[in-house]
């Protein structure tokens, strides 16, 4: 079997080192004859490096590295053109001097490889631009710009606004050399994580075409369903396709569903363990920290509707958490609505690796606590089993494990929500069936939460309210009468002062 291209993102190695490699030549061939300036999101970690290396080596010129892929079985005419490769997946971009440092080397770099010297007295920006013209000159062949992770050195200062907005206006100069030198470019292919709605790539040039939600290029990275199967079918041998498919398929954009390339040959690597691998290698702490600030309801990201504006830009200035989620790998389309003259995205979380991962990241994140393993666990063994008492006291153990300086700064432990988001995080995190704000004909059920037997209609209320008679005034539970499971209704009430449980009532109205 072929090695698995794991870390590599050099097409030129993958082929000749005979590394598995997923044929992506055909997407860049139509890229390439159809049009001039393009712009990709995909989240970190989804193959755009290894991507960007297809194109600068078609580029290249060198057609027989490509025998046996489909843009040499099309016939297409391979032409040396000078690649400018610009590169900010590494480097410092905490202060302005590491910035303009990361800038030089790269213009450096290239100087080298294009066998260019650019005055020593041009700034950065300037250097850029004699290097287009020149290696026009030089070669007698219009340009490519190749630039990866375009958004980096704002995404690394996003906590800090004002070095995030020193980094945004510092890309703008730079980014617009590339308008002034239209007349000696060929080709320009630039990707990065989220669309900044300032930066002036946008903004100048206004011929970019963005190919993030285009249908026909849903899947430039990515393994696809077929791929897996088919590529992948003597290392996947004898797994069950359809767990995988849960665990790790489900990013769309537009178009078919696919894989992170990361989490598959991970899986492989590690012998089918079903492990957070993509999620695992950079725990989102801004995110998390956004969740907090904004006392986000987390029942609420099962309902998140965007329009396309919303949810392919921001800028450091005003960033909205469910355009950082799903511009971050965190959420993905589920559905698309027409309304009238506009557009619906309906997001979700789109596999079990995220939900499970992400949602129990926040429930610690919230709680301040990663103690909560053995009430949480028992916790759910008590709901398997209906053992209340246990529910109730775990419960307890689990909110009380809490610390009372999370509540220092802000009056999370007043609000009924709060409550509710963090019952939600855990069971959410561990793998159940739930229903926030689950919607029936006389209101909205705080959560419902179902197991393959048993049904349960649990209702979140605070300071003496009684949410036992809230379920029963309004029925929530006819609307699941017909299905053939016991129905349990569970009242939790909360002292605001004690932080924690000061009732718990059941009562099963239907067995199966």
């Not at 490096?49 to 489909?70: A, M, N, P, V, W």
């Not at 016939?75 to 030089?104: A, C, M, W």
């Not at 494990?401 to 509540?407: G, R, V």
């Not at 855990?426 to 069936?433: A, D, N, P, Q, V």
Request: hydrophobic share 35%.
């Amino acid at each position: 079997m072929k090695k698995l291209p794991i870390g590599i993102s050099t097409l030129k190695t993958i082929l000749e080192e005979d590394y598995l490699y997923v044929d992506k030549t055909d997407i860049a061939q139509n890229l390439i004859e159809s049009g001039q300036y393009y712009f990709l999101s995909r989240p970190r970690r989804f193959g755009k490096s290894l991507f960007l290396d297809t194109l600068r080596t078609i580029f290249d010129g060198d057609r027989e590295i490509f025998k046996g892929l489909s843009i040499y079985e099309n016939g297409y005419e391979f032409t040396k053109h000078p690649v400018i490769r610009i590169s900010f997946n590494d480097g410092d971009f905490k202060t302005e001097d590491g910035f303009k440092q990361t800038l030089f080397e790269v213009m450096r770099s290239n100087q080298k490889d294009l066998n260019i010297t650019c005055d020593d007295s041009l700034s950065i920006s300037g250097c850029f631009r004699d290097l287009i013209k020149s290696a026009y000159l030089k070669y007698n062949k219009k340009v490519v710009i190749l630039v990866d992770e375009y958004d980096k050195p704002i995404l690394d200062n996003i906590e800090n606004k004002e070095e995030a907005r020193k980094r945004r206006d510092e890309l703008k100069n730079f980014y617009s050399v590339i308008k002034g030198s239209d007349e000696y470019i060929k080709f320009v292919f630039i990707t990065g994580v989220s669309k900044f709605s300032k930066v002036s790539l946008f903004s100048g040039l206004n011929n970019i075409n963005d190919i993030t939600l285009t249908k026909k290029y849903a899947t430039i990275c990515g393994y696809t369903q077929n791929d897996v199967e088919s590529v992948f079918a003597k290392h996947l041998e004898g797994q069950d396709f359809e767990k995988i498919k849960r665990w790790y398929n489900g990013y769309k954009f537009l178009g078919e569903g696919v894989y992170n390339p990361f989490d598959i040959l991970l899986f492989i690597e590690n012998e089918f363990a079903y492990r957070n691998y993509w999620f695992s290698t950079a725990t989102p702490t801004f995110l998390l920290k956004l969740i907090e600030k904004n006392n986000y309801f987390l029942p609420n990201l099962e309902y998140i509707v965007k329009d396309e504006m919303m949810l392919n830009s921001f800028d450091v200035d005003y960033i909205e958490l469910e355009t950082l989620m799903w511009q971050t790998g965190y959420l993905t389309i589920s559905r698309v609505e027409n309304v009238f003259d506009s557009i619906e995205y309906h997001l979700d979380i789109p596999n079990q690796e995220v939900r499970q991962s992400l949602i129990g990241s926040i429930a610690e994140f919230m709680t301040k606590n990663t103690r909560s393993v053995t009430p949480v666990n028992n916790i759910k063994k008590a709901l398997y089993y209906q053992k209340f008492d246990e529910f109730e006291k775990n419960l307890k153990t689990l909110y009380a494990s809490i610390p009372y300086n999370n509540f220092t700064k802000n009056d999370m432990d007043k609000k009924e929500g709060y409550y509710v988001s963090v019952f939600y995080a855990y069971m959410k995190g561990l793998g159940f069936e739930l229903v926030g704000e689950d919607v029936t004909n006389k209101g909205r059920i705080d959560l419902t939460l179902k197991l393959e037997d048993t049904i349960y209609i649990i209702e979140f209320k605070t300071d003496g309210t009684d949410a036992m008679k809230q379920i029963k005034e309004k029925k929530y539970y006819e609307k699941y009468m017909s299905e053939k499971k016991d129905i349990y209704l569970i009242g939790i009430e909360f002292d605001t002062n004690e932080r924690n449980v000061s009732k718990i009532e059941h009562e099963k109205i239907k067995s199966k």
